[in-house]
């Protein structure tokens, strides 16, 4: 429990003010390394013990007359999280839980299990396309450190023409704990699947500063995909099997600033680096990446909201803000979030 308290506490203030994935993709989109925000429920279900709120994501979304909403990605949900005599209760409806049929979060202590429950009817007349599917996530918080498990049990393969094999069963971790390491306080280590035959696996270090109004997070990691290199021949459905895989180094730089006592400027900063790779494809290895991100947050009291905001922001702020500009403030809806 004391590398895990030192983990919650490395987070004291903008973490319990804003809590919301909206705020994690503008910090870098890691959530792991926001250990206090309810984003972190995902990876490590105990979180869900940490917090009660009624969370409403995607508001303001529209159709832009082509029939598709400006961002599908954040197309609307709504997530409540309470708690009643020493036990946590959680219900997520629409969004990515849209052909859910249960999607329930329950907690106790230091143990967080969630549920997911999905049953589709296809549209073909010989249900080609029917499924069930089931998902177990499973969280704890030892001493030692933070775990997480994640089962998905996918329904009966939809199409018999298809090369993938998908009632395969599927076993993710996370991992998160108190580490000394250079200048890093924190580690977590994910894998994909660990009953794979080749793995996906990464490791993070991560440290939170102070800098006065400002919370700065640095990452720093390295990814591992033996899969990177599998080419699938779609003329035969054969696939190659000389997997060679990749190794990029990476890193993240999140900051959340305090404009005032009720509003909050974040940037995301990634950065990636291929350290080997055979791709097949003559692309070259060892070239960089990057990407930014910019958000606001706004809190008053109980009630919280989280925006991403186009880099249009700061290349013609007035312009953009006052509605004169080709670029829109933002192409993704609201999270409003009230914590109780």
């Not at 917090?51 to 994501?57: A, D, E, F, I, M």
């Not at 006065?212 to 003329?235: E, K, L, P, R």
């Not at 035969?236 to 009720?262: K, L, P, R, Y």
């Not at 186009?310 to 509605?323: A, F, R, V």
Request: overall charge negative.
């Amino acid at each position: 429990m004391k590398n895990v308290t030192k983990i919650l506490t490395a987070v004291v203030l903008c973490a319990a003010l804003f809590a919301s994935q909206q705020r994690v993709n503008a910090l870098g989109g890691n959530a792991a390394l926001w250990p206090g925000d309810e984003a972190n429920i995902a990876a490590f279900p105990a979180q869900v013990n940490n917090h009660s709120y009624l969370q409403v994501n995607g508001l303001g979304t529209y159709d832009d007359g082509t029939g598709t909403d400006t961002d599908t990605s954040d197309a609307g949900s709504v997530s409540l999280v309470t708690q009643k005599d020493g036990t946590t209760w959680g219900f997520n409806y629409g969004g990515m839980y849209a052909n859910d049929w249960m999607s329930m979060h329950w907690g106790n202590g230091d143990i967080g299990v969630m549920v997911g429950l999905q049953s589709t009817t296809g549209a073909n007349p010989d249900g080609s396309e029917d499924h069930s599917d089931m998902s177990v996530s499973f969280g704890q918080v030892f001493g030692f450190g933070e775990l997480g498990a994640h089962l998905t049990v996918p329904g009966a393969d939809d199409d018999a023409n298809t090369s993938v094999d998908e009632s395969a069963m599927k076993l993710g971790v996370d991992f998160r704990r108190a580490t000394s390491a250079f200048l890093f306080d924190n580690m977590v280590v994910s894998v994909d699947d660990l009953m794979a035959d080749d793995l996906m696996l990464g490791v993070d270090l991560f440290t939170h500063m102070d800098a006065g109004g400002a919370d700065v997070v640095f990452g720093w990691g390295a990814h591992y995909n033996a899969t990177a290199a599998v080419i699938d021949d779609v003329a035969t459905t054969d696939v190659n099997e000389s997997h060679v895989g990749t190794i990029v180094q990476t890193a993240t730089i999140g900051v959340e600033a305090n404009m005032t006592d009720w509003a909050t400027l974040r940037l995301g900063y990634n950065w990636s680096h291929e350290l080997t790779c055979d791709n097949l494809t003559g692309d070259a290895c060892g070239e960089n990446s990057d990407e930014f991100a910019l958000g606001l947050g706004f809190n008053w009291g109980g009630l919280t909201a989280d925006y991403s905001i186009s880099s249009s922001l700061l290349q013609d702020p007035i312009g953009t803000i006052t509605g004169y500009s080709a670029g829109a403030l933002t192409d993704h809806g609201i999270t409003l979030t009230y914590s109780f």
